[in-house]
């Protein structure tokens, strides 16, 4: 067995605990320990150091997101700054080698706790908690695979990209602040507490500033998107028909391996297949884990929000392409202008 099929191997056992663990104990939003599991296991190998780490990142962000809720909720404009400047660094710190399991926590930290907290204090209260205990699920499961099956890292390779094509670390994060801070700012105007599913998986999408600005890379977000959402609606279809645990289990398992097989496959597309996954993850198990008559229903409404996040980030990126190209070309016309006026003026002289 070669390195990648131990990777692919790992992540599909470590998936498939954390989502069995999960629906079995059933804590609050418990759904979420498998996506997290998937962000850290498709990501270089963890030893005790670093899970401890990033187990104090959910710790300290979550408390940080929860002082927001108490201090700087009731005043908008103070708020909405707050938001963009953290955004913005936690973008930053991203794109320059933070781990995506730090950025998405932190991102949920200071976003959806505050705003949760609008309608209610004690509701950040229980999502901190719901955060952490997940968080810390998660970091446990994925410290035990790692140790168990550990594999070599991949050698670096440099892929030379083309000139003035590829953006700074602090364009890129100034691009992805960009895109979410009026997603953000509408939930936080109007309290939009329902809906807040789109927003989180919004700003996950909006990492991928390198590929979905341009149109190839747009395309291939909506088609990943769309690919996870048919996924999704396949698993949660098979559940329903055969609600028996151990079909459920194999079922995660070759899902798993499906989105695994792309997710280490080395392309530029991967972290794509990434997110597709977790639209899965996130779609099935929160269905699953539901005790209400209308399951279906609410699946239905979760699948039309992760397509509504999907499309919000490529057309926000598209429209800040079209103006960025815009804005290009008014300033390259003012010099060739400039030039023309000093070619006329010579040859009149």
């Known amino acids: 067995m070669n390195n ?10 470590a998936i498939t605990t954390g989502f069995t663990l999960s629906q079995l104990i059933n804590w609050q939003l418990s759904y979420l320990t498998p996506i997290l ?3 850290l296991m498709g990501g270089p190998n963890i030893d005790f150091k670093t899970g401890m780490s990033f187990f104090a990142v959910i710790v300290v962000g979550c408390l940080f997101g929860l002082l ?17 400047v953290l955004l913005l660094h936690i973008y930053s710190a991203g794109n320059r080698g933070l781990s ?6 932190l991102i949920m930290a200071v976003t959806v706790i505050p705003l949760i907290g609008i309608a209610s204090i004690n509701l950040s209260w229980l999502l901190v908690e719901a955060l952490t205990i997940s968080g810390f699920v998660s970091v446990a499961i994925a410290l035990v695979f790692f140790t168990v099956m550990p594999t070599e890292p991949d050698p670096v390779m440099e892929v030379p990209e083309p000139e003035n094509t590829q ?8 691009i992805s602040t960009l895109v979410i801070v009026p997603l953000l700012a509408y939930y936080y105007s109007f309290s939009v507490t329902s809906a807040i599913i789109v927003m989180v998986f919004a700003a996950i999408l909006a990492q991928t500033v390198n590929l979905a600005t341009t149109k190839k890379g747009a395309a291939v977000l909506i088609l990943a998107n769309g690919l996870g959402g048919i996924a999704a609606v396949a698993v949660y279809n098979f559940l329903v028909i055969v609600p028996w645990w151990p079909f459920m289990v194999a079922l995660i398992a070759l899902t798993a391996t499906i989105f695994a097989d792309r997710i280490f496959s080395g392309k530029p597309t991967a972290p794509l297949y990434s997110s597709a996954f977790t639209a899965v993850l996130l779609l099935v198990g929160s269905s699953v884990s539901s005790d209400s008559a209308d399951a279906a229903q609410k699946f239905l409404v979760r699948l039309t929000q992760i397509f509504l996040a999907g499309a919000y980030v490529v057309a926000a990126f598209s429209l800040l392409k ?16 400039a030039a023309e006026t000093a070619v006329v003026t010579d040859i009149g002289a």
């Open 4 to 13: 990648r099929e131990r990777k692919i191997l790992r992540f599909v056992l």
């Open 37 to 39: 599991l998937s962000i």
């Open 68 to 84: 927001l809720s108490m201090s700087l909720v009731d005043y908008p404009l103070v708020c909405l700054l707050v938001f963009s």
């Open 100 to 105: 995506p399991f730090a950025v998405i926590m």
């Open 167 to 174: 953006l700074s670390p602090e364009q890129s994060a100034l």
């Open 322 to 337: 079209a103006l960025s190209n815009y804005l290009n070309r008014d300033q390259q016309q003012a010099p060739a202008a």
